[in-house]
């Protein structure tokens, strides 16, 4: 700091009282170029003037230049006699920036240096609440709403913080009160719709956020709170587009980013999610969420290292995503095959968070539950006296209850707990079953039998892309569809790719699917097979075949026949009644509405057998084979030569060794491919069957 120079302003007919005095009016007025110049005027004679450099700061935060701005506090601070204000100032462009720790640093000088300041606590309760710090932020805000109860943000900022520690119906009061206190107060309306999308209550939750939209058209949290509330129904265009017209008017806006990012993730579009995540990174490296975002698609790239780098990144920088990125570190350790060092990080992801759902529902997954294992203690304390779950959190806790009550063989206990499960979700999604029993009869009625066979003229395919590159294998979900792939990717000619969204998304590019490629050109057909195989061309790691294992693909065989007549499709068959035992015991991190509700899953598994008992007489078995669950683990050896020669692949002995491949693997199978063949789940049902009564009776099979 430069001591004012001997002579004093004063003796020029120059005042600095009065400069700066100018320069505030003229703030105040709009009139920001002369604001500016009356401050470098007093620089001029002061250089590091406080109040200047305050001022300038301001000013370059209103106008975007958030590092400028925070380089001018910085200087003002510095003065022997700067206001606790200035600090305050500076705490809150830090947490803008990303910049928690230095924040936190100024937050805490404000109000050492005046107690009194409730704006500074106030703006400290709001650090502390992104950095974790939640009590402390708790009651930092609840400082300050006993000193100034009118305080409209300051309640909305102690919802926040409600709502962070789980304490919903508290947050839920604040901001009901902050919302009487200012009707018109955007913010409020945006909390309450992300509070009802986590209750599952997604209309009123539209609703809030279209409020707060259309009372702020420029609130970023609004549009963030909308795009999730697509996201969780699976309406990932509209997701999208709501995220892109926030990045219309805030380009650089990190959650706007990586919001998009993890859309665009969700849509198979990787390298484009990316390239966004990437920005996200750039505009703001000490941000956590982004980097956890960047971690999870290069996760989906299969950049498993990378991707473990960037979780350890967002695990190493103060916020609330440290839990999530070191859990998502254990789950693509447990894809890559490392269960011991898998488990090793949910235990220290327990030592941090004792009350991590994710951690112990993970720990119940990865290996099957002995009697007495203290999870199950765990999992039960949590939903018996945690009044701070969320409605996901509970749902999760039932699910994996329920799946180490089957382990350890309490049927009744476990189906108390799985049906609750199933109930909560069902609850959460939208999902007709009459519609969708429609729209399967619709699949056939689009492609019959006979248009099966019917792509083959004069001994040449008709239409569509030659390659032999795609192999489908498809099916119900749980019915063995990992497993084959896993036996397949073994082989030194196949890449294994997952469950791609891809084809499903191309069958929309002429309308809503059927009904958009009932009549396709041949030409239609061509650059659809094409597309798909230039796509799946970038995945092949240089080989020949790439399998895609998304089992929903059974519903279009009739397309895939058409577009890609040369490729292999594998249908995967299991008992009806343990698929669908599978399927209900199962929290999907996909879309599978059909399988929350014993009745409905019935229904949809008959929708499904009947769609295949009309194609199967037309689809020609040198491009269609089925393969039974229960073969394959009677005799591996057998059916696996059964699949090679079916795509006439070369035996090779390294397919029976599957579980030894090392790939990521992203199903809901992780664990058992990792395990040799075990016959333990074929009949499974039986042991449980008293508890399944609706499921079997939709199904057509007497329980016994």
Known sequence: ??????????????????????????????????????????????????????????????????????????QACMAPRAPALYFSDLAEMCRQRGLLTDAEQFGRQAVTLNPNLYSAWNNLGIILQESGKLEESR?????????????????????N??????LNDEAERHWRRAAALQPDFAEVY????????????????????????????????????????????HQLTEAQRWLRALLSFAPDHVGGLTGLAMTLKQTDDLDAAAAMARRAVAVAPQSPEAQNALGAILMAQGQEEAALSAFDRAASLPGLAREQSRLNRAALQMEMGRKDLARADYQSVLEEFPNSVGA??????????????PVIARMAELLRTSHTLSYGERMTLHFGLAKALMDVGDGEAAFTHLDEGNRLKRASIIFDPDMSAAWVRAIGA?????????SRRNGKEAGGDPSSMPIFVLGMPRSGTTLVEQILASHPLVHGAGELHAFQQLAERFGPYPDGVRNLTQTQKTEIGADYVAYITKLANGRPYVVDKMP????????????????????????PADTCLSCYSNLFAGEQPFTYDQTELGRFYRSYQDLLAQWRPGLPAEYFLEIDYESVVEDLEREARRLLAFLGLPWDPAVLDFHRTKRAVRTASVNQVRQPIYRSSAGKWRKFAPHMKPLLTALGIEAG
């Not at 609840?142 to 102690?158: G, M």
């Not at 913080?161 to 789980?166: A, E, N, V």
């Not at 689009?446 to 066979?453: K, Q």
């Not at 007549?565 to 299991?574: D, E, L, S, V, W």
């Open 446 to 454: 689009a492609f019959p039998a006979e248009t099966l066979t019917a």
């Open 1 to 74: 700091m430069t001591a004012p120079p001997t002579a004093t302003p004063q003796s020029q007919d120059f005042d600095i009282g009065q400069m700066l005095a100018k320069a505030q009016a003229h703030w105040q007025a709009g009139q920001a170029d002369q604001a500016e110049i009356a401050c470098q005027r007093v620089l001029a004679v002061w250089p590091g003037q406080c109040d200047a450099m305050h001022l300038l700061g301001l000013m370059a935060h209103a106008y975007g230049n958030l590092d400028l701005a925070i380089s001018h506090l910085r």
């Open 161 to 166: 913080t409600c709502k962070r520690l789980g």
């Open 552 to 575: 929903s693909n059974f519903l279009y065989i009739g397309l895939i026949r058409q577009v890609l007549p040369q490729a292999h499709i594998i249908h995967c068959r299991r008992d």
């Open 139 to 159: 009651d930092c805000l609840i400082r300050v709403v006993s000193q100034e109860p009118e305080n409209a943000r300051a309640i909305n900022n102690l919802g």
């Open 190 to 233: 945006s909390n309450l719709a992300n509070l009802f999308n986590e209750r599952a209550q997604h209309d009123q939750a539209r609703q809030m956020a279209l409020k707060a939209i259309g009372l702020n058209p420029r609130l970023a949290d609004a549009y963030i709170n909308i795009a999730a509330v697509e996201a969780i129904q």
């Open 360 to 373: 112990l529902f993970n720990l119940a997954s990865l290996n099957t539950v002995k009697p007495g294992d």
